[in-house]
């Protein structure tokens, strides 16, 4: 039996929720920069598939790469680690 390959995990904040089983997530990265060793932060957003449409705006949830699911979708949502006070 073939091991498949693990998956990218991502955690961020749910931006985005009006849609109809979809969330756009921001994901903040830190990185230093290469000549001057400051550190950058870094936002790069993704559109993430929630079957059960659970997550609301602000949100703190893990994504888990997948298959494409449309035009934009390549990451659903796995859980919600913190619901938005």
Not at 36 to 54: L, P, R, S, V
Request: a positive charge.
């Amino acid at each position: 039996m073939e091991q498949r390959p693990l998956r990218k995990e991502r955690i961020g904040i749910v931006t985005g929720s009006k849609m109809n089983k979809s969330v756009v997530v921001s994901v903040v990265s830190r990185e230093k920069h290469p000549k001057y060793g400051k550190f950058i932060k870094k936002t790069k957003t993704f559109m993430a598939h929630d079957e059960q449409n659970t997550c609301g705006m602000g949100d703190t949830v893990k994504i888990m790469e997948t298959r494409p699911l449309s035009k934009l979708k390549r990451w659903r949502m796995v859980e919600v680690i913190e619901k938005a006070k």
